[in-house]
Every structure is written in C-alpha cells, then in structure tokens.
C-alpha cells in the first residue's frame, strides 16, 4: 500500500514537492530554484515500475536467468557436444521457455539480446512464449566486464552509453525489467576504487532504466573465488551494498521499483570450511536487513557456482520465517544445469529437459515458500558448479 501512495505521489504533479522536503534539512530554506527543481523520479512509469517488481516478487516464484552472452552460451552448448550456433542458442532457448506450466513457479526470466529479438522455429516470438504464461520478459543490458585501470587487477562493467535508447527499444521489444551485473573480487582488495566503479555504475544504470519502464535488477555479484571465511565475505558485502544504496539514492532511483540479486554470504570456495545452510541464512539475512530499505520488494539472488541443490536449501533456510522482502531465485546455473545433461542436444529429449527445468523450478519455488525437501534429490543437484573468474 505504501509504495502504491508513492507511486501516485510521484505520477503527480508534485515530485518537487517530495524532492524538496527530501533535500531540505533544517534551517536550511536558501537553496537556490535551480537546485530545487533538479529530480523527477522514475519518470512517468512509476506506476508501472512498482507493479512489475510486484508481479516478478509474487510468492512461489522466481527468475529463470538465460541472459548468458553468446561466447558464454557457447560453453554451455560445449558441455553437452554441441557447437556454438545461432541455430544451437535458439533450440536451446526455445526448449527452455516453452516448458509447459513453467509460468506457475517462474515470474520472470532474464534474456540476451540476441533471445529478445528472436522467435521458435515455428515462428512466434520468444517473448510471447513467456507471455502466455505470465512469465515477464527481462533483458541483460551490461556489456560486460572489462580491466579496471588503477586498480588492484579488478574489473568494471561497461554499457552506459546509449543505454536510454537501447532500453527503450528493449521495452518496445516486450522487456519489462533490466539486468546489469557487476562484480567485486574479495581476493584482489577489493579496493575502494572498485567499489564505488561498481556502485555506481549500477545506480547510473538503475535510474536510466527506471526513466525508460524496465526495473532494474541490481546485481553487484561478490564472487565466490577466494579462501577467505565467511565474516570476511559479510564485512565486503556490508560494504558494498551500503555504497549501492548510497549511489542508488543518490541517483534518486525509486526503491519501490528495483530488484536485487545479491550472492549469498557464504566463505570463499577455497575455503575448507564450509557453511550449512542454516548459516548461510542467518549471515546473509543479517547483512540484508542492515543494509536493504523494506520498500525494496524483492530480493532473487543468484546461484554463483553452488550446486543445484546447494542453492536451493539455501533458499529454503532464508524462508523459514518472515522477510522485509520477498526472497526468491535468479538463477542461471543452479537451474539449466540439469536440463542441459538431460536434453544433449537431441530433439527426442527435448521433453526430459523440460521436465528437469520444471522440477528445479519445481524446487526452487517450494524453497521461496519455505516447504522444501531434499529428499530424492539426484547426485547431479548435488555436483558443484563453481568455475574460477567465471564470467557471463
Ligand atoms: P548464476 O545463478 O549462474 O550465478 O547466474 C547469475 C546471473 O547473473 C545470471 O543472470
């Protein structure tokens, strides 16, 4: 209710009036018009923005991401025989968001380029596909990661520059909401520099978006490489995150209307010990509520290289009672990975992949309830997905 009011409130004529009172501290009524008359939020999609980020947060739903770029997509062909072709990517893409009754455990699923602008082979849009089933069609807008100069061999992400107009041919073309993933290593500092390059990078991204109609999902992905611990993972991704939500404000990005998809807080892979879920939970619940405004509607985090199944007790265990936010899924790996060795590229198991994306989803969903099983779980959910300096 809260956030349909500020949604009206700013679909009207007086976000001055908010940004005023927001601006102004005590005492301090000199501020010259021109700085005054400085923000309007979110444009004239707030409402818009607030109901997307709604119906991809709705209980027992969560994101199917398939936004891999096409050299990344290529490894994943690769790893069941197949050669990296456009006809290869579309086969493969088309098995996934055809799957029958998928649209009952997922709300959104994040697409490249290439899969937004393509149709089936019989002809009919992608996007429709996830349509018909209530699913939202999201699109990768980052261009990457490229070296950081200056910095401790750390990296920043490109793709601000014409990102208002290609996300406004991304909504035209169906996109309901954005994706931009950057990282930060723990192993290489991470250095303030880094840092504020990804926080801000993001909340640029995150208000270019939300001015043209797609939610921003805000992912600054703390990546699993290194042997350090767990406490040490929680005091980076407490400083991250606190730089995010600095930058994003800054920005006048409207909360109401973001995504986050942060990694767990987990110890580094290298690490030998290793975290029950339980602990998972608890430390990165502690660190979201320390740093993620309530008005945030939703939190989809991503797999990062855990198991199938890793992943999803994790879920679980964070659904064991109440959140500020909904908190689901955005997961690329931790969902194809069973799909990809059941289907091997071969039209007569198409149906057996579909039918190993619907039960991770399945899964997945029970685990956003908090009514999840292991029980039964197959020795693949259970294999590891971490690559080192993975990228997408
Ligand atoms: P993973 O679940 O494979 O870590 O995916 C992350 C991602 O950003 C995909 O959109």
């Known amino acids: 209710m809260a956030s349909a009011s500020f949604a ?31 923000v309007i939020r979110a444009g004239s999609y707030s409402e818009e923005l607030v109901k997307t980020a709604k119906t991809i947060a709705s209980p027992g739903r969560g994101i199917l991401a398939i936004d891999e770029s096409n050299a990344t997509c290529g490894k994943r062909l690769a790893s069941i025989g197949l050669d990296n072709t456009e006809a290869n990517r579309q086969a493969y893409r088309q098995l996934l968001l055809t799957t029958p009754g998928l649209g009952q455990y997922i709300s959104g699923s994040i697409l490249f380029e290439e899969t937004l602008f393509q149709s089936t082979t019989d002809g009919k ?18 261009k990457g990661l490229v070296p950081l100069p200056g910095s401790n061999n750390e990296s920043w992400c490109q793709g601000l520059d014409g990102l208002a107009s290609r996300s406004a041919e991304y909504y035209n073309q169906g996109a309901r909401f954005a994706k931009w993933r950057t990282v930060v290593s723990i192993p290489c500092g991470p250095s303030a520099l880094a840092v504020k390059e990804a926080a801000w990078g993001l909340a640029r ?3 270019i978006s939300q001015d043209n109609g797609l939610v921003p999902i805000v992912e600054p992905e703390i990546l699993l490489d290194g042997d350090h611990s ?3 993972t929680l005091e980076v991704a407490e400083r991250v995150w606190a730089e995010v939500f600095y930058y994003l404000a800054e920005n006048n990005v409207m909360f109401e209307g973001i995504l986050l998809k942060p990694s767990m807080v987990t110890p580094g ?16 619940l502690n660190m979201l509520k320390r740093r993620v405004p309530p008005a945030v509607p939703g939190i989809m985090f991503l797999s990062g290289g855990q198991s199938e199944m890793e992943a ?39 149906e057996a992949g579909q039918k190993a994306l619907l039960a991770r989803a399945k899964a997945n969903s029970l685990a956003q ?21 993975y990228t997408y």
Request: proline share 6%.
């Open 269 to 284: 892979a290298d690490n030998k010990e290793k975290a029950d879920p339980e602990t998972v939970a608890k430390y990165t």
């Open 312 to 350: 999803t007790l994790n879920l679980h265990a964070m659904n064991q009672s109440p959140n500020p936010w909904h908190v689901s899924f955005s997961y690329a790996r931790a969902l194809q990975n069973s799909v990809l060795k059941a289907w091997q590229g071969r039209p007569e198991n198409a």
């Open 125 to 142: 849009k992608m996007v429709d596909c996830l349509r018909e089933q209530n699913i939202v069609p999201g699109i990768k807008v980052d």
């Open 369 to 389: 309830l908090g009514k999840y099983s292991a029980e039964g779980e197959s020795e693949d959910a259970k294999k590891g997905m971490f690559v080192k300096g």
């Open 8 to 38: 009206k409130l700013t679909a009207s004529s007086s976000p001055w009036i908010a940004q005023q009172s927001f601006n102004q501290r005590p005492g301090s009524s000199s501020r010259s018009p021109a700085a005054r008359v400085s």
């Open 230 to 232: 767990i406490d040490t």
């Open 205 to 207: 991204y995150a208000a």
